[in-house]
């Protein structure tokens, strides 16, 4: 198995084949179709450190890592949560894939210029804060250090691992209850790193069509309180 071959099939088939579907799965949840903004978010897979110097078509999945950050706890919408560098698009940008780069550099201090982007997916729905959300699939090709470059923004920055995702054991379901209204969505749970909610819908529908998402058992319920 090749991961970046499935990584460029899937950006290629979401283009066309799968733009009717994705878009209908993923826009079920949108509150605000005619006022929502448009943003966009980078998923950059890269080698693992200990993958690194092997040919790209060579690896699988659990030979990757994603990029990811916890956005500041001081934020007034998604504090605290798990999320890929991303943000809204500017009028400077040339299209998402422009402005998911650009947010990228700006939140984690990332090369731009090791940075390959396989593909484009259709635009996903984030209603809490009223975003068209478009995600940006990309490859690592010469990867650079990251950290916090603004810590109003972000409190951590960091990669993890693909294999640690896939694993059934840190797959739950989250739960929230808020003014008497319980919300769910899929959700992962490695060590004290918990992605749910918009990221953990996107991780979930990625991996499912890539054709690596393993099963699990979605009776796990993890419950939390913001």
Do not use: C
């Not at 780069?101 to 984690?108: D, G, H, I, N, S």
């Not at 797959?171 to 990221?199: H, K, N």
């Amino acid at each position: 198995m090749s991961a970046l071959r499935d990584l460029r099939r899937f950006a290629g088939e979401a283009g066309t084949v799968l733009a009717e579907e994705l878009g209908a799965r993923w826009r079920l949840t949108l509150a605000e179709p005619d006022t929502a903004r448009d943003a966009a978010v980078l998923m950059l897979f890269a080698p693992t450190a200990e993958s690194a110097g092997r040919d790209p078509d060579s690896l699988g999945p659990d030979d990757l890592d994603l990029l990811m950050l916890q956005r500041a706890t001081t934020l007034g919408s998604h504090a605290g949560e798990i999320a890929f560098p991303g943000g809204k698009l500017e009028p400077d940008d040339a299209d998402e894939a422009a402005a998911a780069l650009r947010e990228a550099v700006e939140e984690t201090g990332l090369d731009p210029a090791g940075v390959d982007v396989v593909g484009v997916l259709p635009s996903h729905p984030l209603p809490y804060s009223n975003f068209m959300v478009t995600p940006v699939l990309a490859w690592w090709r010469e990867v650079s250090p990251v950290f916090v470059v603004d810590p109003r923004e972000s409190a951590q920055v960091f990669r993890i691992p693909v294999r640690d995702l896939l694993d059934p054991r840190n797959r739950v379901t989250a739960s929230l209850e808020r003014a008497g209204v319980v919300f769910e969505s899929p959700a992962f749970l490695v060590e004290d790193v918990f992605i749910w909610g918009f990221t953990g819908k996107l991780l979930e529908e990625t991996f499912h069509y890539l054709g690596w998402a393993k099963p699990w058992d979605p009776d796990r319920k993890h419950f939390f309180t913001l």
